[in-house]
């Protein structure tokens, strides 16, 4: 089942109690400055840290099991993602590196790892479903990516489908308060998954409710 929002996370999840969801996994806007990813909206916020800051606490609260936070450091936000790692200390149960095989090409070091913060507030270690569950994996940057008319930076489903297929269940209600294109949630679908997902541009959300409606017919 799919539950898609048009709305501001902050305020959505608002309104939403503690504890409704298994899960949380969701990639935010990295405040690349250079604002050249989206068409129709900016990514660029004024207290970048006050914003993840919000949006990780606004997870925990309504989250009851491990929430996924896919987050890059770069040049511009280093600072503000180091820091958030320092105040939710306690929370992190453990890091997961997302390793991309083709990074974009820099004329310094190539940045070609993401962090997955993997955070909680009644689990003390993170669980796989299998023995030899890898802290790390490996995926391509979505440079197939069918929406990239709509959205650049759409989430290869490769990355998402590593962390709900080794820690996740069948059944697990999932939220992504960032949803863009719906990634999570095609991912969730495949999997036998409930997903809610929010997002405050009216393209996007349009986008993903096109795709999540595909998805569903050609499961049918």
Not at 101 to 118: D, T
Not at 135 to 162: E, L, Q, W
């Amino acid at each position: 089942m799919n539950n898609l929002i048009n709305g501001c996370c902050f305020d959505v999840m608002g309104a939403m109690k503690d504890n409704q969801f298994d899960v949380v996994f969701t990639s935010p806007p990295y405040n690349r400055k250079r604002n050249d990813k989206y068409n129709n909206h900016t990514d660029i916020v004024e207290d970048y840290y006050a914003f993840l800051h919000q949006s990780v606490s606004d997870c925990l609260r309504v989250c009851k099991g491990n929430v996924f936070y896919n987050i890059q450091q770069t040049s511009y936000n280093r600072r503000d993602v180091h820091k958030l790692m320092g105040a939710f200390s306690e929370q992190i149960i453990d890091v997961l590196i997302w390793h991309k095989s083709n990074p974009m090409p820099s004329a310094n070091i190539v940045n070609a790892y993401e962090y997955i913060l993997v955070l909680s507030d009644t689990n003390k270690s993170l669980k796989a479903n299998s023995t030899y569950t890898l802290n790390h994996f490996t995926t391509p940057v979505y440079s197939s990516n069918p929406y990239k008319h709509i959205h650049r930076a759409v989430m290869n489903p490769d990355a998402c489908g590593y962390v709900l297929r080794n820690f996740a269940q069948k059944g697990d209600s999932v939220l992504d308060p960032f949803m863009g294109m719906g990634t999570t949630g095609e991912v969730c679908s495949t999997m036998g998954m409930n997903f809610t997902g929010i997002e405050k541009s009216v393209d996007y959300y349009n986008g993903a409710s096109e795709r999540l409606k595909q998805n569903k017919q050609m499961e049918l």
